[in-house]
Structures are given as C-alpha cells and as structure tokens.
C-alpha cells in the first residue's frame, strides 16, 4: 500500500538471512523499520506486537522458521522453532497454519537443503497473503459498489480495531475492499473505531487510510451504535483472527457488540477472512476458541505523543484497581450478514462456507 505516495509492505527479506518488519509499536507517530536477525528476534516481534493481525503473524513465525534454519538446520532446532514460535499468541490461527506449512515442507528433507527451502516457503506465503487478500478486496468492491448514493455521497463504512494492510503483507482484509473502492473512484468514509485498550484503530487503521487517502474519522468504541440509530453507518466490514467452521469469528474485543448493534439497526454486518483463518476443526466459537488475555499495562496506560514532541506512557487508572484484559470476543454466525473469503461472499454458516471450500466437505467439524 501507500505511504506518503511510496508503495510499502509490513514485512520483507532484507538479505544475508534477516527480514525487515514495521515496528508497530512505534505507530502512528513513528515510521520505523527494523531488522529480524534470528528465531528469538522473531518471537519477540510476534510477542510484543511489533508485528500482528493474523496473517502478518503467520507470515512472521514462517519467516522466523527460515531464521532458525540459518543459524542451526538440525531437526532439534526446528522443533524448537516450531514450539517457541506456536506460543507467541494463542488466538490466531494463522500462526498455527503457517507453522505447520513450514513444518511439512522442511520435516522430510536433509538439514543441508533445508535454509533455501524454508525462505522460498516463508516467501511463499507472504506472497500467498497478499494474493488472497486482493482477491477479497475484489469481491468486498461488489458489496461497496451495491450500496452507493444516488446522490453520490461517499458510502459509509464502519470498521474495528486494525484489519488492514498493517495486519496483513499487504491489502488487508477488511480495508482491501475499501481500497479497492477508494482506488476506483468510488467515494466512501470510513468510521475508524479508536478500539481500546491498544487504540490499534485510532493509531493504526487512521494513520494507513490517511497515508493511502482515504477519508476517514476516529470515533470512540461506544460510538458505533448511535451512528447507525441515526442512518450513518451504510454497512459494517471488520476482519477476524479465528473463523469456526459453522461461521462464528473471533476479533478484536468489542466486535461483538458492533454485530448486536447493526443488527437492531438493520445494517450489514460483513467479515473478511483469508481462508487460512478458517479453523475447519471446532464448530463453537464462543466455547472453543481460546481468547488471549494480555497484560494489565495495556487497559492502565495509553501510549501518546506529549506536546514536546516524546512518545510518552501515562498511567489512566488508579493504582490497585484489578484489571481484565480480554483480547478478543466472539460474534456468533448469526449475527453476521456474510463472509468475504478470497473466493467470493458466502452466508456465515457450515454449508455457506462448504459452499466455497467443498475440499473441507467430510472434515469441517460437525460435517
């Protein structure tokens, strides 16, 4: 996507066996790159957030394999990659699906032929990411393009947390078909919920739409639902960590609440996924997806820039107030109008999605 008129991605080979990240934790008011040099580089990078979003995480752990195998190819080192790499974030299923890619392409073949193999893997699925996330921005565009004003007022757009180019290689999922309107002329706005306690809304989906210029405005968390009472909101497009194979998803905390709001409101309630998100092997998301609970620092402080300039952390809460942290929630399938997959929209539902995967017909769970 575009930075300031420069095509960028959030991670990429930056030869003599290291890759270059986006450094996240820095955004919106620092644009810095850094290096990964090593499997613990890797895990800190997924750990601590300066990569995440689910595909860009799947992506790294590939990466941080072809890391591992360049320093020491053995099958203990691998297994070890494997293990350090799978414990970074527990809800995204990506993660698991990448590591497992690299895992059967590397397992059978001798430790000499492996470092070559595992970087043509890793950038294999980067590139597979990308393709896949196109391929929804394309068939997102048709959703956009059915909801335009005759009287050629933007279309209204309300998205959260960040599913966009920053959580993926590139595109996005919920943002590719909003780009691929903007990029076509087509005018809309984007409602950018702020989406605490990591404001990932308010720092990141705001600073990619602006840099991409796509007009957009932030609005608090709770802002949702008054917005669509009032006619605002066109229809709804958010991205999701985890997919079920009867259609629940799991996204960032609040999602939830932003379905149960469109639906009294009657707007459309649409979610992007690239099909490695799709956990084909649990049907019940609410009791069987397993939602990551991150550290207290994140709801007790708010990172900003002071008017000195210095990102500064400022503590928002009073000291022995217990904390709950929960990363994500869960949007039952029928709360949602449809699912934007790489090969088309299809209901949230088993057969929605057998519909456009009849591979998975005999393994979906509950099949």
């Known amino acids: ?26 955004l919106p008011h620092e644009l810095e790159t850094i290096k990964l040099h090593t499997l613990e ?23 941080g394999v072809a890391l591992a195998m360049e320093r020491d190819a053995s099958d203990s080192s691998l297994n070890t990659a494997l293990r350090l790499l799978g414990q970074t974030r527990p809800t995204a299923v990506n993660l698991r699906w990448a590591l497992e890619q690299m895992r059967s392409a590397l397992v059978n073949y001798p430790a000499d032929d492996r470092v070559p ?24 565009l048709d959703l956009i393009k059915a909801r335009r004003h005759a009287d050629g007022k933007p279309v209204q757009i309300l998205t959260h947390c960040n599913a966009g180019w920053l959580a993926t290689v590139d595109a996005g999922t919920a943002t590719a078909p909003i780009y691929a309107a903007h990029d076509a002329g087509i005018p809309v706005h984007v409602w950018v919920d702020e989406t605490r ?8 989906t705001a600073w990619e739409l602006g840099k991409h210029g796509v007009p957009h405005t932030v609005i608090v968390d709770n802002c949702g639902g008054h917005l669509m009472q009032h006619g605002m909101v066109d229809l709804v497009i958010v991205g999701t960590d985890r997919t079920t194979a009867t259609g629940d998803v799991a996204n960032k905390i609040g999602t939830y609440l932003k379905a149960l709001a469109a639906r009294d409101n009657d707007v459309p309630f649409y979610v992007a996924l690239p099909s490695p998100t799709i956990d084909w092997n649990i049907a019940d998301g609410v009791r069987q997806i ?6 207290a620092s994140e709801v007790t402080h708010v990172q900003g820039r002071s008017r000195s300039g210095e990102i500064v952390s400022v503590q928002v809460t009073p000291d022995g107030s217990g904390v709950a942290n929960y990363g994500f929630d869960v949007t039952p399938a029928r709360l949602i109008t449809g699912l934007i997959t790489e090969r088309g929209v299809c209901p949230a539902s088993r057969e929605g999605l057998l519909s456009l995967f009849p591979e998975k017909r005999g393994v979906a769970a509950g099949s």
């Not at 193999?117 to 997102?140: C, P």
């Not at 306690?197 to 990141?204: E, V």
Request: aromatic residues 4%.
């Open 1 to 26: 996507m575009k930075v300031d008129g420069k095509m960028m991605r959030t991670i990429w080979p930056a030869g003599h066996g290291a890759v270059a990240i986006i450094d996240q934790t820095r």
């Open 41 to 63: 580089d890797a895990v800190v990078a997924i750990s601590s957030m300066q990569v995440r979003g689910a595909p860009l995480i799947g992506a790294t752990a590939a990466y």
């Open 117 to 140: 193999l595992a970087w043509r893997m890793a950038n294999e699925i980067a590139e597979e990411d990308v393709g896949l996330n196109m391929a929804m921005g394309r068939h997102g």
């Open 197 to 204: 306690p990591r404001n990932q809304g308010a720092s990141l």
């Open 290 to 295: 397993p939602i990551e609970q991150r550290h």
